[in-house]
């Protein structure tokens, strides 16, 4: 990888600051962690943008804040509370990792976000960026920070031709970063730059017509806007193809909560697994009730297929309405640390991964499930 140096020093780096500060004061949008800059606002905002978009991340935010308003108050939390408070955001350990930075927050720190950064590294969860972030917006010191809109911006205005996933790019591009960074205004130059590759400089159609730096930009000059930042290497999709069931018995539906170091671990759950090779979807659900519960179950109707992504999977997920052989006694649990047998209205006290969100959802408008409510065989 190459960076034009020269360039960098001579043109674009003396007009780079000044052109994107004028341009954040009159374009900032109204977002609600702005208005004080409260560090524990800042920090909460950062954890929850990540995989997140805007308008979906300022609801959540202040649900949060509301409930939670302090990070004492995240400390003393529930974490059933804290994952509910969570669903729908997914990677649910940045919810965890919050919860356990607070109560190191309390413990050592008085119950305040630090403002050194080798404190607020060693918090769970806090890695460069978001230490970064916290340090320039709430703190106003000057660090300079780089994010997928940050790479984006400068891959773009400096022309840089390798891939900014590598380490070595990523380097320059802090280093890049630090260099345009105007003594005494991070705050606004850091979250100027952010914005820009939000609103403007987007990754499919940036509105060249609309950016102060334009004229310094080095792909539009080119014409290579499109080609730049460098794509990395495609990640693969695996699909997956899982089996659920509801089970019902005296108007009350069967959940569990996977252990803490599973995927969506904490969460609850209807029981279920992969179908396996040679598998019905009939057949895998029987097979994991039986193994994760000790329930000799049948799967009845298919309720519906539900198809979801998260990380690298796509997930095909098959439902049913269940029924046990032979009676209900104690569950032997296998695969979760709790059970419950919940109501439908309970079921929204719970977080559940999103495909099964998706499948209350569907229970909630199924006259079918309604009347397994008011009958709850335990047997076919």
């Not at 509370?81 to 350990?93: H, M, R, T």
């Not at 950064?117 to 460069?128: N, Y």
């Amino acid at each position: 990888m190459t960076i034009p140096h020269d360039t960098i020093i001579t043109s674009a780096h003396k007009a780079f600051a000044p052109a994107l500060l004028h341009w954040f004061k009159d374009n900032a949008r109204p977002l609600p962690w702005r208005e004080s800059y409260d560090p524990y606002h800042v920090w909460i905002s950062e954890i929850m943008l990540q995989q997140t978009q805007m308008e979906r991340g300022v609801a959540y935010f202040e649900r949060w804040t509301r409930e939670l308003p302090s990070p004492s108050a995240v400390a003393q939390a529930n974490e059933d509370d804290i994952l509910k408070l969570w669903e729908g955001l997914g990677y649910y350990n940045r919810a965890r990792n919050l919860m356990r930075a607070a109560q190191i927050m309390v413990d050592s720190h008085d119950g305040w976000v630090p403002e050194d950064k080798a404190t607020l590294l060693a918090l769970p969860g806090i890695g460069p960026y978001t230490a970064a972030a916290i340090l320039s917006i709430a703190y106003e010191q000057d660090e300079p920070l780089v994010d997928g809109n940050v790479a984006r911006v400068l891959a773009r205005v400096f022309d840089l031709d390798a891939p900014v996933g590598e380490t070595a790019t990523q380097k320059a591009l802090w280093a890049l970063a630090a260099e345009l960074l105007p003594a005494g205004q991070a705050r606004n130059f850091n979250q100027g730059l952010m914005e820009l590759g939000a609103l403007v400089c987007k990754p499919r159609t940036p509105v060249c017509a609309n950016c102060p730096l334009a004229e310094l930009c080095e792909a539009r000059r080119l014409g290579i806007t499109e080609h730049r930042p460098v794509p990395g290497k495609k990640v693969d999709i695996t699909p997956l193809s899982i089996a659920t069931g509801v089970l019902i018995n005296k108007g009350r539906i069967f959940i569990q909560r996977r252990h803490e170091d599973d995927v969506w671990g904490g969460l609850w759950e209807f029981p279920g697994g992969g179908v396996e090779e040679g598998e019905t979807p009939e057949q895998a659900v029987v097979r994991e009730y039986a193994e994760e519960t000790g329930f000799e179950v049948v799967a009845q109707n298919p309720i519906r297929i539900i198809k979801h992504g998260y990380t690298r999977f796509r997930v095909t997920l098959h439902c049913f309405f269940l029924a046990a052989v032979n009676g209900l006694g104690p569950p032997a649990l296998t695969a979760a640390t709790a059970h419950k047998w919940a109501t439908l209205e309970e079921l929204d006290d719970h977080a559940f991964p999103a495909g099964h969100r998706k499948l209350i959802d569907a229970l909630a408008e199924d006259e079918r499930f309604h009347k397994l409510l008011t009958h709850s065989p335990n047997t076919p």
